[in-house]
């Protein structure tokens, strides 16, 4: 009686080989399920980190947007006229096409950083041929003016504006609280008027084959060249309308994660003209925006 309740408990071969198979089965299903989720969710991280980096490259604009033209003329020979005095000039914006321009994929902006200082003395009149001083409401804050030493082109530390005027000044000296300025033509500074620093930007993409494309700006005070601000923007399109004032900034971004083979569409929508084979490998989004320039106008 013994043996034979044992073998009542007892597993065939054939039920053990049918156990294997149903659990190699059941593995294989759950295996290829993990891997699919596995695949899925790193396609989600490498969506977000592309929208992340498209995000954060149109948001370095924002501020010098913003503030783009503020105090100078619009029109493209007025404004390079505005930077002529004599023999001093801002050669290094004066082939731009105004406050706000595109050179192809480079976006160019001239934009004023606004001050706490004020003019302190009465409304004042410059000219192109008369030094005119003008007293601020406070100290000049340290490396952000510097007078013009009269040779050479000018820096645009040696500009400034107060946008009521319309048109840059020249610094031909700095004393303590006192500014010695000209402008190109006959303008005036209001008493009360804000100071603001004149400053420019220029942006585009550096694409090194074998590494990540970067967006990079240059801030042309600082004379630092271009700086790496943004990995994976892999394209950058700047468009610029001077009738209506409107400018608009698209932006292609990648993932992280490069694929074997083509991942994203060659079309994608929102951004215009055929992607390349190599960014295909990456997971693609595209980031605009459109700001209407409030700033500048008539010269």
Same mark, same amino acid.
């Given at each position: 009686m013994r043996s034979d309740w044992k073998a009542s408990r007892a597993f065939s071969l054939v039920e053990l080989l049918c156990a294997l198979l149903l659990g190699s089965a059941v593995m294989g299903a759950a295996l290829s399920v993990l891997a699919g989720s596995i695949r899925s969710y790193e396609q989600v991280l490498a969506l977000s980190e592309a929208r992340r980096r498209g995000q954060m490259a149109l948001q370095l604009f924002v501020y010098a947007i913003e503030n783009a033209a503020l105090g100078l003329p619009g029109e493209t020979a007025s404004f390079r006229d505005s930077l002529v005095i004599g023999t001093g000039s801002l050669s290094s914006i004066l082939g731009w096409e105004g406050p706000v321009s595109t050179n192809g994929e480079e976006l160019r902006l001239v934009y004023a950083v606004p001050t706490t200082l004020e003019n302190a003395s009465h409304s004042t009149e410059t000219l192109p041929s008369a030094d005119r001083s003008v007293r601020l409401s406070g100290p000049i804050p340290e490396g952000q003016i510097q007078a013009w030493s009269g040779f050479g082109p000018t !820096?645009? =530390? /040696?500009?400034?504006?107060?946008? #009521? /005027?319309?048109?840059?000044?020249?610094?031909?000296?700095?004393?303590?609280?006192?500014? !010695? &300025?000209?402008? !190109?033509?006959? !303008?005036?500074?209001? /008493?009360?008027?804000?100071?603001?620093? &004149? =400053?420019?930007? =220029?942006?585009?993409?550096?694409?090194?084959?074998?590494?990540?494309?970067?967006?990079?700006?240059?801030?042309?005070? /600082?004379?630092?060249?271009?700086?790496? =601000?943004?990995?994976?923007?892999?394209?950058?399109? #700047?468009?610029?309308? #001077?009738?209506?004032?409107? &400018?608009?900034?698209?932006?292609?971004?990648?993932?992280g994660r490069r694929c074997s083979g083509a991942f994203s569409p060659a079309f994608i929508a929102g951004w215009p003209g055929r992607i390349p084979e190599e960014d295909r490998r990456y997971v693609l989004a595209v980031s605009s925006r459109a700001w209407r320039i409030r700033n500048g106008g008539a010269p």
């Open positions: !820096s645009t =530390r /040696s500009w400034v504006l107060f946008p #009521p /005027s319309g048109i840059p000044f020249l610094v031909r000296q700095v004393s303590n609280q006192t500014l !010695s &300025l000209r402008s !190109s033509r006959p !303008s005036w500074i209001a /008493s009360g008027a804000r100071l603001h620093f &004149l =400053r420019a930007l =220029r942006a585009r993409i550096v694409s090194i084959p074998g590494q990540e494309p970067v967006l990079c700006t240059e801030d042309l005070t /600082s004379g630092s060249g271009l700086q790496e =601000r943004v990995i994976g923007i892999t394209g950058f399109r #700047p468009e610029y309308d #001077p009738q209506n004032r409107t &400018l608009t900034i698209t932006v292609l971004s990648r993932g």
